[in-house]
């Protein structure tokens, strides 16, 4: 198993050298040096020679990827993609164009990301699966019948519509939770029930659907006819045996986003004031900050490397005829 | 049946429970801030946007100048009441004594034409005993030793923000500490938006910036501290400890207003030291982050993806609330705490919101003390009654929500490109015409449409580029427009369209066709990229030049690719604003300064004549009034400038916005402006009253969760009912079977 991921983290390397090539390439075709120099420093009075000196300082006064005027290897190391790229291979993820350190940022943007995503993916995951389970046990009932039709009513629903109807519902005419916020420690809790909560249920009818399709099918298999041939009841063939075999889809959706819950969610983290990684990456998208949007689609691509790396582990944990090489 | 009724039960005691012991806290469950805050003497305020920069020779955006005006003492101020805005004494002693040179060196007197004047001296003497807020740059040991300007890994291990260190201290403010920060204007490693135009006006600034970046380079590696002190700048000298010259190129009035800003506001050099140690820039610990200032508060929260936090300087004292303002003030009660020390809040809690409905609904429930408003808002807030006076709602006025107005000094324009052929023209006939093309353009947008419809009425038409409450603006008739307007019972109105379509035929456009090649006018509109509400005020934009048969073809773009067709001329007509640095005719009409256009501009300063207009009579009155004290004689030059930016119409006038905002009843002495910034001293609130107000506006409602809950429980009911009757049903499936076997 060892050479397995020693190998996969090899192949990992030439993904991300891609990744941050294209997210290079795609930031530099909309926005040139100079426009990022003009963003930073405002639009009056600002004159050519404080452009070139802002990129000058910030090493953006290089060519982009092939430097001409450079001999031998210093072609291509001392180019704007060189220097901005290699050094995140050893995470030195620089400073950003406000002058501040980004892996600081990160660190202390980590954890008020991770505080929503983490309820939201254990008690969605449980919700999800439960809700599926029950429809899969009254399957072919009225309660499987109005459950996909509660599903498809929750995924016909845009989540912007979950957030501002929650916050209006259970915030603003109920009183019973702060509409947006944050604070660190267990102070968090208050402001983070009405996000986790929506969270959920704005997942819910995509979720529990695609469950509840993976034990439809597991319920259609050979070992299930023989466990009910033995005479085992409904409920422990589906608990016991269904649930059990159905763990490698269920893996293969929810064990790849773990390591990304750390990247936490764009919208939910704006509307709630969440001072998380979405909101860092949605700024710098605004302030076309390219040091962070860097930063973060490589911390992105190696999380979601790592993803599947765990995905590919925990498979051979719940399947013993699964191994690794 | 009895295990059912007991299932149903079960949630109805939790909630009880859950109610029950919810209900016994007194602190409103929804509220956003630690109990322990409540009813302290704390002022709620919101930020959408994240600040860039601390540093005040940075910072110059409103979204950082919030924060900084509150922290750093420039020499001058505003006054807070009086209108038209007045400078007055900040730090200072008294305003600044100005003292004129010619090029031999001699002085001249004070009405000496601006010509003569080679060089202007302004001398500024600041009170002794004012002090710096406690900061560890200034603590020493009881040998006299630095305690942190040397700091090892060791030390560096514990700390992680600023407010780790164990010992702070303060000192005295001195004039080298206002000539520090002068010469900061030119240091290498920071970026000054204002250094281009100072480097023109301050002597040897240019210079200077050159030989740091000289010394810059040559500090030894890992020395981050560049010492200014060892460095002379010509324009700015120490006289003494309380004492310092700024030495101006020629003469420049509006200097003052700009010594009214944070860019001249002190940095004490310990700082400068303290903030360069790689150590603490690698933690993000540095002076664009953490100001140090002598203002009446300073910044102990930054988390500017979350809150930032004031608190009041405890080393502040000597300033008071002003004892005169204008007619009217005092029946609004803005002269109750007249003469009182400032300031009255002890702490500022600057929350961010991003988005729009959370920040409107918490000032709703109390949690914000004031508040913008925003179009979808609108109607909910504000009312239009009687002569079309706006105030707020009756529901607004049932919280004691009140609405205050300002006219922002700033304008929205639509530019034409002087050097366009059809709008610009080329030679003496084109120009004459695209002037009376122009000029009829100007009379079809409607303006007072477009105030209405997208602005919600919070907008004036401008008649000039010159906004309300600025020196040389003039109201009423003598205000008017007359190539766009008439003065109808009492009142402007827009000429009909009949005149503008006059106009488009002089112009050799008759009903919109080239009578030339006889083609339609075909004429362009250079936008940023805008969302799906920006359409409907592009085809309001559209059918207002339809008026005259002329298409406008909308040519829609990001930003950045905005600004780089204005830089290189290749925009025909656009559309953009302006916000005035200070209350200067001068700092709207240098907009439209020849010299100053974006195309081949020559003033070796950033341009922003957008539209590259350029008119010999124009500029020369420009040159003229631009270095003149604000007179009767310089407000005439005005008059004749507007007149001829209006014969000529290089941009279509637009309109200057309205500011209105909603204060909760318990938020005291407001003054709206929007040319000073460090307004938060002079604000009042009644904590005891917001405190109350909060808990009869927040009554948490409970019945929807029992609601819930119970809606669950009765689902469970007929889950369970199939639930058995699968079983007993399946067992008696099994039980037939095996009779059927059996037979």
């Known amino acids: 198993m060892l050479s397995y991921i020693v190998r996969r983290i090899l192949y990992a390397i030439p993904i991300l050298i891609g990744v941050n090539l294209i997210t290079f390439a795609l930031f530099f075709v909309v926005n040139t040096p100079d426009d990022m120099a003009r963003m930073q420093l405002g639009i009056k009075y600002v004159t050519p020679e404080a452009i070139e000196k802002w990129k000058q300082d910030r090493g953006y006064d290089k060519p982009l990827l092939f430097n001409k005027e450079a001999q031998n290897l210093d072609q291509i190391t001392n180019t704007i993609f060189f220097e901005k790229s290699m050094a995140m291979f050893v995470f030195d993820f620089g400073r950003a164009d406000d002058g501040r350190d980004i892996g600081q940022e990160i660190k202390s943007r980590m954890m008020p990301s ?28 009225y309660i499987d019948f109005w459950g996909v039709v509660l599903c498809v009513a929750l995924m016909s629903i845009s989540s912007l519509f979950y957030i501002i109807g929650g916050q209006f519902l259970i ?49 259609g298999k050979e070992y299930v006819r023989t466990a009910r041939a033995k005479g085992l009841s409904e409920h422990i063939v589906l608990f016991k045996h269904v ?62 490397i790592i993803g599947l790396i765990f995905t590919d582990i925990s498979y051979t944990l719940v399947d013993p005829r699964i191994r690794l090489a | 049946m009895r295990a059912m009724k007991k299932n149903v039960k079960t949630p109805w005691v939790l909630v009880l429970c859950v109610a029950l012991l919810l209900g016994c806290s007194e ?143 303060t000192r005295e403010l001195t004039a080298a500490d206002y000539v520090y920060q002068i010469k900061r204007l030119a240091h290498p490693n920071v970026h000054s938006p204002i250094y281009g135009l100072m480097a023109d006006y301050i002597f040897g600034l240019k210079e200077y910036a050159d030989v740091l970046r000289t010394a810059n380079a040559a500090l030894p590696d890992g020395e981050g501290y560049l010492d200014l002190n060892k460095y002379p700048l010509e324009g700015a000298q ?35 030291v303290f903030y360069s140690q790689k150590g603490l820039i690698d933690k993000n610990v540095t002076l664009d982050w953490y100001p140090v200032g002598t203002g009446p508060y300073m910044l102990t929260e930054n988390n500017p993806n979350l809150r930032m936090v004031l608190e009041k300087n405890p080393n502040f004292y000597g300033e008071f609330y002003p004892t005169e303002g204008m007619p009217g003030d005092a029946e609004l009660g803005l002269l109750d705490n007249a003469g009182e020390p400032l300031p009255f809040i002890d702490k500022v809690i600057f929350t961010r919101e991003r988005e729009s409905i959370p920040r409107w609904n918490k000032f709703l429930q109390g949690y914000y003390d004031a508040s913008g408003i925003g179009s979808d808002s609108f109607d909910q807030a504000v009312q239009l009654v009687g002569q079309g006076e706006a105030t707020v709602t009756d529901d607004m006025a049932q919280q004691g929500i009140r609405l ?78 007359p190539v766009v307007y008439d003065w109808v019972d009492n009142k402007l109105q827009r000429k009909p369209i009949a005149v503008a379509k006059a106009l488009l035929a002089e112009a050799g456009y008759p009903d919109g066709i080239d009578q030339e090649t006889g083609v339609p006018l075909v004429l362009y509109f250079d936008v940023t990229a805008r969302g799906s509400e920006d359409r409907s005020k592009l085809d309001w934009m559209r059918k207002q030049f339809q008026k005259l048969n002329i298409q406008l073809v909308v040519r829609s773009t990001d930003y950045n690719r905005f600004q780089d067709k204005i830089r290189k001329g290749n925009a025909q007509i656009f559309e953009w604003g302006w916000h005035a640095d200070y209350p200067d005719a001068e700092n709207f009409l240098f907009l439209l300064h020849g010299p100053q256009r974006k195309v081949g ?52 006038w637009g309109y200057h916005p309205k500011d209105y905002s909603l204060y909760h009843a318990w938020f005291q002495n407001v003054k709206p402006n929007r040319i000073s910034n460090n307004n938060i001293k002079y604000y009042k609130i009644d904590a005891a009253l917001r405190e109350q107000k909060r808990s009869e506006w927040n009554v948490p409602v409970l019945w929807p969760i029992t609601a819930i809950i119970f809606a669950m429980g009765l689902c469970l009911i007929p889950a369970i009912n199939t639930y058995r009757r699968r079983e007993s049903s399946a067992g008696v499936s099994v039980a037939a079977s095996k009779l059927q076997g059996n037979n």
């Open chain 1, 114 to 141: 991770l505080a929503i995503a983490l309820p939201v993916f254990v008690l969605g995951l449980i919700v999800y699966i439960t809700f599926a389970l029950i429809m899969v046990f009254f399957r072919a009932t």
């Open chain 1, 171 to 219: 915030s603003k005419m109920w009183h019973l939770v702060p509409i947006s916020g944050y604070e660190s420690g267990l102070d968090a809790a208050k402001f983070l029930i009405l996000p986790v909560i929506i969270g959920v249920i704005s997942s819910a009818g995509a979720s529990s659907r695609w469950y509840r399709t993976i034990f439809l099918e597991e319920m």
């Open chain 1, 243 to 304: 649930l059990r075999n159905a763990l490698i889809p269920i893996l293969t959706g929810a064990v790849v986003v773990i390591p990304l819950l750390f990247l936490g969610s764009l919208i939910v983290e704006s509307f709630f004031g969440i001072p998380g990684l979405g909101s860092y990456t949605i700024d710098a998208i605004n302030s076309q900050d390219f040091s962070v949007v860097r930063a973060m689609v490589f911390l992105g691509s190696m999380l979601y």
């Open chain 2, 27 to 169: 602190a409103s469950w929804n509220s956003p801030y630690q109990d322990q805050d409540s009813g302290k003497n704390i002022l709620y305020n919101v930020f959408s946007e994240r600040p860039k920069h601390l540093d005040p020779v940075q910072s110059y955006s409103s979204n950082e100048i919030q924060f900084t005006a509150q922290i750093y003492q420039p020499p001058l101020q505003y006054h807070y009441l009086k209108r038209p805005f007045t400078l007055i004494p900040a730090t200072s002693v008294d305003m600044p004594t100005i003292q004129y040179f010619d090029h031999a060196g001699n002085q001249l007197p004070d009405n000496v034409p601006a010509d003569e004047i080679a060089v202007s001296i302004y001398e500024i003497t600041i009170k002794p005993g004012i002090l710096y807020q406690p900061h560890p740059a200034f603590a020493m040991n009881e040998q006299g030793q630095w305690l942190y300007h040397h700091l090892n890994e060791q030390m560096l291990a514990s700390i992680d923000k600023l407010f780790d260190f164990e010992h702070i201290s």
């Open chain 2, 238 to 272: 120490v006289i003494d400890t309380y004492t310092y010259q700024v030495k101006i190129r020629g003469k420049y009035p509006q200097f003052m207003y700009w010594l009214a800003m944070p860019f001249f506001a002190p940095i004490p050099w310990e700082a400068d």
């Open chain 2, 404 to 481: 205050e107005t300002a006219v922002a000094v700033s304008t929205y324009y639509v530019g034409f490109n002087m050097l366009d052929p059809v709008v610009g023209g080329t030679d003496g006939q084109s120009r004459e015409s695209a002037r009376k093309l122009r000029q009829a353009i100007s009379i079809a947008v409607d303006y007072e449409e477009f105030i209405s419809i997208f602005a919600n009425g919070r907008g004036l038409p401008a008649q000039s580029p010159i906004s309300p409450g600025i020196p040389g603006y003039r109201a009423g008739q003598e205000g008017m427009n």
């Open chain 2, 601 to 652: 501009n020559s003033s070796g300063n950033s341009a922003n004549n957008a539209a590259n207009y350029d008119s010999a009579e124009y500029n020369k009155l420009f040159e003229q009034m631009n270095n003149m004290e604000d007179s009767p004689e310089r407000r005439q030059i005005i008059d004749e400038m507007v007149h001829i930016l209006r014969h000529d119409a290089p941009w279509l």
